[in-house]
């Protein structure tokens, strides 16, 4: 059984081997209540970014389940 750090650093590097960059940045609580709206549903903060940003998001993988 792997632990849930495990999982998270495992997918880290393929989205890094993939050209994704994790970035952290504080933002005003305006710019998040904006994001939340403009978020679409079960679109993570990335995703809505490229969406905003770039006017499309990049292709994702389909993640296994583990259940």
């Given amino acids: 059984m792997t632990t849930n750090s495990e999982r998270i650093k495992r997918y880290r590097q393929r989205m890094k081997q993939k050209g994704f960059v994790n970035i952290g940045a504080m933002i005003s609580s305006e710019l998040h209540e904006l994001l939340i709206k403009e978020r679409q549903p079960f679109e993570c903060t990335g995703r809505l970014l490229e ?7 990049s292709k994702r993988t389909k993640q296994k389940r583990i259940t």
């Fill in 51 to 57: 969406r905003l940003i770039l006017g499309t998001s």
